[in-house]
């Protein structure tokens, strides 16, 4: 039985991080960089720099004013965060190509979409500094997820069409010996992306065993079971209660309180369509 680790690194032959934004990290890591330099090379993609142009001028940021240029937005989001915007937003087309048949493409996204908008919210709520962040890691939450339906395709049907007493998570280690979450974490090793990112995605269903950053895990662990529940609150058929899977231990770790969440659900209720309307061009 393949491991984890053993599956990722399969799965990453095929699954790599874009190539824009490789080259953009590697710009970035020089202090003496322009705005300039960095807008012409955003510039060369010009379905990324209609995508972040989208987003600028959308609520997702609610700037008082028309943001007509790369470089303006440059200026106005920052580096950093930008930085974050184009990987979530790029990172989509990595994994184009699986078959309707096997997942809904529409479906998977939109959750993760979801859990984005939602812990960026929650981020804001608690004062975090990084919510561009939260939100990439809720892109990537569930990424794990597609290694194991390429890799792994008679397992994964069994775990996602077999009736089961088990918690979704619960399922999975029982028939592939871990988590899609602990698969996730281990090509996000892979992608050599942040320990805190990598250790909320593994994390994601018992935040108490966070080592790197607890705060974020809770709230990444709030944020996947909102979405959950508003996907479950579309389907007129008995499911899981996920609000009610939220460990007590991450409200507080996080300092979030109810009405945080009722104002982000509300919100990613209203955004998530314009953010797949932005990416819907790169989901197929």
Partial sequence: MSTAAQLAKKASRLFTLPDIYLRLQKLLNNENVTVDQIAELIAMDTGLSARLL????????????????????????????????????????????????????????????DTGLVARHLGK???????????????????????V?????EEAAAILLEESDLLPWQREQEVLGF?????????????????????????????????VDPVITS???????????MEQETKDEPSIDYLQLINPSAWETAGIELSDMDEAIEHS???A????GVLSSTIY
């Avoid at 339906?149 to 395709?153: E, V």
Wanted: hydrophobic residues 45%; negative net charge.
């Fill in 125 to 147: 709520a608690t004062n975090l500094k990084d919510t561009e962040g939260l939100f990439v890691i809720g892109m990537l939450h569930n990424v794990g997820k597609l290694v």
């Fill in 269 to 271: 209720q209203v955004e």
């Fill in 219 to 229: 709230i990444l662990h709030i944020a996947t079971l909102a979405a959950s529940w």
């Fill in 179 to 211: 988590t899609f979450a602990e698969c996730g974490a281990e090509l996000l090793k892979i992608w050599s992306l942040p320990d805190s990112v990598i250790d909320a995605v593994e994390h994601q269903h018992d935040p108490q065993s966070a080592t």
């Fill in 54 to 113: 989208k987003i600028a001028n959308s609520s997702f940021y609610n700037f008082p004013a028309q943001i007509g240029t790369i470089s303006r937005a440059i200026t106005l989001i920052g580096h950093k965060e930008l930085t974050n915007l184009v990987l979530a937003t790029s990172v989509v087309s990595s994994f184009k190509g699986i078959p309707p048949d096997v997942i809904d493409m529409d479906s998977f996204w939109r959750h993760n979409v």
């Fill in 273 to 276: 369509w314009n953010m797949l």
């Fill in 149 to 153: 339906l390429n890799k792994k395709p």
